[in-house]
């Protein structure tokens, strides 16, 4: 069993950034593949990014995240971070965190993974 434990988050201006934090407990998920998804209010939940477990330096990026969040692992803390720059307002949602073993293929489907984080709000706002 995984327990993630999400933290950061909060409420920033228009392009600024935020770093959100995703600890595992209880096991290492070294090997797993996280992934990190959003929900905004009346919205379904969406791809964010990913970074394989089965090659470290195999990342994905949704669309609108792409070149502004990167996701980076410290698997010696047994934690996963999503830096996010040049934040939007678009960007405003609750961020979760998750760990499994998707297929390559179904990497940014929420069905792959396994263990999830109780989510983190962020809000960008003027």
């Known amino acids: 069993q995984v327990q993630l434990v999400q933290s950061g988050g909060g409420s920033v201006q228009p392009g600024e950034s935020l770093r959100l934090s995703c600890a595992a407990h209880?096991?290492?998920?070294?090997?797993?593949?996280v992934g990190w998804f959003r929900q905004a209010p009346g919205k379904e939940r969406e791809f964010v990014g990913a970074?394989?477990?089965?090659?470290?330096?195999?990342?994905f990026y949704a669309d609108s995240v792409q070149g502004r969040f990167t996701i980076s692992r410290d698997n010696a803390k047994n934690t996963v971070y999503l830096q996010m720059n040049r934040l939007n307002p678009e960007d405003t949602a609750r961020y979760y965190c998750?760990?499994?073993?998707?297929?390559?293929?179904?990497?940014?489907?929420?069905?792959?993974?396994?263990?999830w984080g109780q989510g983190t709000q962020v809000t960008v706002s003027s």
């Open positions: 998750a760990a499994g073993h998707p297929e390559l293929a179904t990497i940014r489907a929420e069905t792959g993974y396994t263990y």
């Open positions: 970074n394989w477990g089965s090659a470290q330096d195999t990342y």
């Open positions: 209880g096991r290492t998920f070294n090997y797993y593949t």
